[in-house]
């Protein structure tokens, strides 16, 4: 037998050779073991291979939650093929390009895309070769010859397609190795990580926790905490619900005995709190043990809610990128008092913030810079050797991610993390980090949720400007809530302008819509 590397693959063969019995996966009425799930994914190699794809062949994924994400996803890395994250909301434009910048040579996808796909046929590839998700897919497998040996190694590549929130979708290419120890846990709990693969087994949990991502596999947070679960050999509980429904995942909760939960920010985080509320005495939940955070902001006052709800739990904010995997966390419990204001992250080895010369800031300095990671990092953007040049720059000899994110450092190293660069707010030649003046709004007892964003402005450049969601049966004063905010931020970074709104419009992923929260101003200018 070959030796095991820090091939995902391989990482995976190891544990389901250990444990076969163990439960890998619950959707629904369906419940795969480690084993079943290997035997499937071998199904998905060996079927594959018989459409031609082999190693560094691309296969793209435009699937909702179920076990056959993951089936593809192990069994394109059986091969040796590169796994490609497509949004299954993606129309047409979108579809085609995600498809067409990736050369995909085989989508499996679900059956309510066979329209757009009709609509993009003529601007893909002409042997293109879709598998609709159902009974095409099981008879797909079902016929299919073995898995071919294929020689394995930590640099086989994953690609993990952005969201395209600022500009079109683009694939970070990543080896192996690299975003197992950056992203999926690196197999050690509270400590080194491994040296060796064999050393995964002394890690295995035991007893297993079962841990639920609230958010879809499509995205990057998600088949990192999948993989990380599977290879410490837990369960991944998967919810079969189409759409964020709290009520829906709180009885999935209580049924699974979840023992961790990953949400995504606010935008999941506070309709949880608000359906706990609803109706207080319907569920248990005690099985958790902890709620997890990633991908968005998770605010102090949710935080709190959190906590107050559920004070057996430890609440973990984290922060990460697609371009560095996770990067920085802070630990939450009920009783502690938390620092209002931006969220604060304590820094991981090998994580800094650099300044505009790409030197690291002084902490208490107040300089503010780019949140960066040097160590396992990605090789770049897919085919773009000038943004990946730009992005993954070498400084005296060090290879660096730069996020475009924007910080601080405090005396004690504590990063402040106050947003995307992209996003800040020039007004009269001050810079206004929307992430600070959101964390502000917030904390207002009547707002439930907030998005700030520039507009034009004739004396200014930019005013600052916020669309404000308040909570069910609460009206408020803007003129109140700009006095609150004027006491926690300076004045040049109190909104100017203010819209009330029923309810924020973020993506599944967590993130606001900066281009909805505009709109909301020009409606009202109209009016």
């Not at 005495?281 to 991908?295: E, K, N």
């Amino acid at each position: 037998m070959r030796s095991p590397s820090f091939n995902l693959a391989d990482l995976f063969e190891l544990v389901s050779d250990a444990e076969p019995d163990r439960e890998a996966v619950v959707c629904g009425s369906r419940r795969l073991t480690y084993g079943q799930l290997r035997r499937r994914a071998e199904q998905v190699a060996g079927a594959l291979d018989s459409l031609g794809v082999g190693p560094g062949s691309r296969v793209a994924l435009a699937l909702r939650n179920g076990p056959e994400y993951l089936e593809v996803m192990l069994g394109a890395f059986w091969i040796g093929a590169v796994p490609v994250n497509v949004n299954y909301r993606y129309r047409e434009t979108e579809l085609a390009h995600v498809l067409a910048d990736s050369s995909a040579t085989v989508l499996i996808h679900e059956p309510d895309l066979d329209a757009d796909l009709a609509v993009v046929e003529g601007k893909l590839a002409a042997d293109l070769v879709t598998v609709e998700r159902g009974a095409r897919y099981e008879t797909w497998l079902a016929g299919a010859p073995p898995a071919p040996s294929v020689e394995r190694s930590g640099d086989d590549h994953y690609l993990l397609y952005t969201g395209g929130t600022t500009g079109t979708p683009k694939g970070v290419v990543w080896r192996h190795e690299d975003i197992f120890f950056a992203a999926m846990g690196g197999g050690r709990r509270g400590g080194e990580p491994i040296s060796r693969p064999e050393e995964l087994l002394d890690e295995l949990s035991d007893p297993p926790n079962r841990v639920l991502c609230a958010s879809p596999l499509m995205h990057g947070t998600a088949h990192w905490f999948a993989f990380l679960t599977l290879y410490a050999g837990s369960t991944v509980v998967l919810s079969e619900t189409t759409g964020y429904d709290p009520t829906a995942l709180l009885d999935l909760i209580d049924a699974e005995e979840v023992s961790y939960l990953v949400l995504v920010g606010d935008a999941f985080a506070r309709p949880l709190v608000e359906a706990i509320d609803s109706e207080p005495d319907r569920w248990d939940l005690t099985s958790l043990t902890l709620v997890m955070s990633g991908g968005a902001t998770l605010s102090a006052p949710t935080r709190r809610s959190l906590c107050d709800r559920m004070p057996w739990v430890l609440v973990i904010d984290s922060y990460g990128t697609s371009e560095t995997g996770g990067q920085a966390s802070s630990v939450h419990s009920a009783g502690m008092v938390a620092r209002p204001g931006p969220p604060r992250f304590e820094m991981r080895d090998h994580t800094a913030v650099l300044d505009d010369r790409l030197g690291p800031v002084t902490p208490g300095s107040g300089t503010v810079g780019r949140v960066a990671k040097r160590g396992h990092v990605p090789l770049g953007y897919l085919d773009d050797p000038e943004r990946s040049a730009a992005v993954f720059p070498v400084v005296d000899g060090v290879r660096w991610a730069l996020t475009g994110d924007q910080a601080t450092v405090d005396d004690d190293g504590t990063i402040v993390l106050l947003g995307r660069g992209s996003a800040t707010i020039n007004s009269g030649g001050e810079k206004v980090h929307p992430e600070e003046v959101e964390a502000a709004l917030v904390e207002h007892p009547e707002v439930l949720d907030a998005v700030v964003v520039g507009l034009p402005d004739h004396r200014w450049g930019e005013k600052v400007a916020a669309v404000v969601a308040v909570r069910p049966d609460e009206t408020v004063d803007t003129d109140a809530l700009a006095a609150h905010c004027r006491e926690r931020v300076a004045g040049f970074k109190v909104p100017r302008d203010m819209v009330v709104v029923e309810r924020i419009r973020r993506s599944e992923s967590g993130k606001p819509d900066h281009q909805w929260a505009r709109s909301r101003f020009e409606s009202q200018a109209r009016s």
